[in-house]
Each structure stands twice: as structure tokens, then as C-alpha cells.
């Protein structure tokens, strides 16, 4: 079985620059996560949808953050215009519809705003 | 070698030692916990789940227990070896409705060193 696939795994920025992140779940899995991890810290949810629907959205600075998840499958999520703060790790994961259901990560892209 | 996660968010132990990471989770309306082993440059990996009617649950040289009185949360790790040198975390499911899948919580997570 394939896993949650993310690109680019590494990328780096100027400040007040734009970026996007693509992920492509684990076929099957109606729930989507984004999570921002910052160096030293566990990660933190920033958006999940279930579907192509938002279910929690609270934690994300929808001033500048944004994401979709058209046709229920891959998803973007874009950040414009980006601050240094912005520096973290943003992990994707996927699970099966449902509650207390396990959720698979991908790999990560590590995102350097300078 | 024992750990307890915020406190002490490094745990050194000697090869083929028990280990045992510590976490104290936020809220007792928490249903569902996960541990997660994540190795540098890599995403969270699943190691074990369990459920709150649950109190220990067993994997392959791994335990999870579950104080659900005093809301803390263990990893025993059986003869540890080398390759269980990364970071864990504890997660919790917060989510309230049933469409609403695993909302994750995360710990700070802690840096298990194993030394041959």
C-alpha cells in the first residue's frame, strides 16, 4: 500500500514570498490533515478535511494560510505572503473515515522562509 | 530508563534496557491515544493505539498503559535497541463528533537516546 505522498519534500523563500504544498493521501482515506510542526515541537493541526469538506479549520491563520481539497482527493495548502515565523515542517496525514481512527503521515516538506 | 515527557524531554538508556516514556494528556473527555515514533527528517510513524476502555495494551516489544484517573499515558519499550532512538509522542483524539475523525493533539514529545 502507498503512503501519504508530499511535495517538494524542501523548500526555500524570501518573507512576503508565496508557497504551496501538494499531498496526495492514501487511497481511500476520506479524512485529511495538515499539521505545522516547528523545530523541537510536537505538530499542530492546522486544517482537516473530511472529504472535500472542512471539518476543523480553527487553528489555521486564514489571513494567510489557505487549502483545498477539490474532488475529495490531493490537496494544497498555500501560504501567502509568508513570514519567518512560517519556518516549520508541514506534515499531511490521512485516515479512514471515522472516529478514533489511526492517522498515517507523510514524509514532510521542511519549509525555509529567510 | 523512564522519562517523564515535558519534564524531561530526553531519555538516555543502555542497549537491551527497558524504556519507558511518560505523557500527560490534556483532556479527560479523550477517548482515543496514539503514540507516534518519529526519526529526524521523517513524519510521525504509529507505534500503538488505545482506546479509553482500555487500561494496557500490548504490540511487538511495545506497551501502552492508560491511567485515565490522574490522565497519563505510557510507552514501554521491551530491550530497546538502536533503532528505537527518535522522538515520541503521545497524541489524543480532542474531536467531539462522529465525522470528525482522529483530531490529534499532540504532546511535546521526547528524545529517546539508546547507547550500545
Known amino acids: 500500500e502507498a503512503g501519504v505522498a508530499q511535495s517538494p519534500r524542501y523548500k526555500i523563500i524570501e518573507k512576503r514570498q508565496s508557497v504551496a504544498f501538494w499531498c496526495n493521501p492514501i487511497?481511500?482515506?476520506?479524512?485529511l490533515y495538515w499539521y505545522q510542526q516547528i523545530l523541537g515541537q510536537g505538530p499542530k493541526l492546522l486544517i482537516q478535511?473530511?472529504?472535500?469538506?472542512?471539518?476543523?479549520d480553527s487553528q489555521l491563520p486564514k489571513d494567510r494560510f489557505s487549502a483545498e481539497r477539490l474532488k475529495g482527493v490531493d490537496s494544497t495548502l498555500k501560504i501567502q505572503p509568508a513570514k519567518l515565523e512560517d519556518s516549520a515542517v508541514y506534515l499531511c496525514?490521512?485516515?479512514?473515515?471515522?472516529?478514533?481512527?489511526?492517522?498515517?503521515f507523510g514524509q514532510g516538506t521542511r519549509l525555509t522562509v529567510v | 530508563g523512564e522519562s517523564v515527557g515535558l519534564h524531561l524531554p530526553t531519555l538516555s538508556v543502555q542497549e537491551g534496557d527497558n524504556s519507558i516514556i511518560n505523557c500527560a494528556y490534556s483532556?479527560?473527555?479523550?477517548?482515543?491515544f496514539i503514540w507516534y515514533k518519529q526519526e529526524s527528517g521523517k513524519g510521525p510513524q504509529f507505534i500503538i493505539d488505545i482506546r479509553s476502555n482500555m487500561d494496557k495494551r500490548q504490540g511487538q516489544r511495545v506497551t501502552v498503559l492508560l491511567n485515565k484517573t490522574v490522565k497519563h499515558l505510557s510507552l514501554q519499550i521491551a530491550a530497546t535497541q538502536p533503532g528505537d532512538s527518535a522522538v515520541y509522542f503521545c497524541a489524543e483524539n480532542m474531536g467531539a463528533k462522529e465525522t470528525s475523525g482522529s483530531r490529534l493533539t499532540f504532546g511535546e514529545g521526547t528524545q529517546l537516546t539508546v547507547n550500545p
Open positions: 483532556n479527560s473527555a479523550s477517548d482515543y
Open positions: 496525514a490521512s485516515s479512514l473515515y471515522g472516529r478514533n481512527t489511526e492517522a498515517f
Open positions: 487511497s481511500g482515506h476520506a479524512t
Open positions: 478535511f473530511q472529504n472535500n469538506g472542512v471539518v476543523d
